[in-house]
């Protein structure tokens, strides 16, 4: 008995000891941000620019509200289901690593405080008057200056790559994007893609460079 007894009680510190060193959960904040930040730079940039490259967008100051539904969306496969959309399948398995209570939210916060990085034209053959009679579609759920709407769910266009919205663009007309059940808000952008052209694509994506 006095050995069984000796046993439990050395079980039970060892627990004990397992548990202290395993320690507590990560903090979130900004602080939690900033670390979890690491796994988004190779693809993002360290200033949270974006990588035509690896077709990364440009993140830094985008709303926080935006990029909280956006790893969201990636996480319950609304986005990156595609097995051709290799720069999703990226991004959702990026979003799974975010698996710590706080984890989603310390991130958006910490990109949605970086500053934004003005971004460079690239693309040619848009037609800027064109694209502004165009995008008076865009502006409905966009805003008329592309600053976004919270409550629509729509994000800003303004600093974001030319090369991104365009690409944006072709995936919600090919059904990358916007197909999955209970995506509202992709659905109404791949109804309006699908109204679209190339050539419309490249003038409103041009139109959306004169307010930067």
């Known amino acids: 008995?006095?050995?069984?007894?000796?046993?439990?009680?050395?079980?039970?510190?060892?627990?004990?000891?397992?548990?202290?060193?395993c320690g507590s959960p990560p903090t979130?904040?900004?602080?939690?941000?900033?670390?979890?930040?690491?796994?988004?730079?190779?693809c993002h940039g360290s200033d949270g620019g974006g990588n035509e490259v690896l077709g990364a967008p440009a993140i830094a100051g985008l709303p926080q509200w935006y990029i909280d539904a956006q790893l969201d969306k990636y996480q319950s496969?609304?986005?990156?289901?595609?097995?051709?959309d290799?720069?999703?399948?990226?991004?959702?398995?990026?979003?799974?690593?975010?698996?710590l209570p706080g984890d989603l939210e310390s991130v958006s916060e910490y990109v949605a405080s970086m500053p934004v990085i003005p971004v460079a034209l690239t693309l040619n053959g848009g037609s800027v008057e064109a694209g502004q009679q165009a995008f008076g579609l865009c502006g409905a759920c966009h805003g008329a200056a592309g600053d976004g709407m919270e409550v629509l769910g729509a994000p800003p266009l303004t600093g974001q790559h030319d090369w991104y919205l365009l690409a944006q663009l072709q995936k919600f007309k090919i059904g990358w994007r916007g197909t999955a059940p209970g995506d509202v808000g992709g659905a109404t952008m791949r109804a309006n893609a699908?109204?679209?052209?190339?050539?419309?694509?490249?003038?409103?994506?041009?139109y959306i460079q004169t307010l930067n």
């Open 28 to 42: 979130p904040g900004m602080d939690r941000g900033e670390a979890l930040f690491g796994t988004c730079v190779p």
């Open 194 to 206: 699908l109204t679209m052209d190339d050539q419309a694509m490249r003038d409103v994506v041009a």
């Open 1 to 21: 008995m006095a050995r069984l007894r000796t046993f439990y009680a050395a079980t039970a510190i060892t627990i004990l000891i397992a548990v202290s060193a």
């Open 77 to 84: 496969s609304q986005r990156g289901a595609n097995p051709f």
């Open 86 to 99: 290799t720069v999703g399948l990226r991004m959702k398995s990026m979003s799974r690593t975010l698996d």
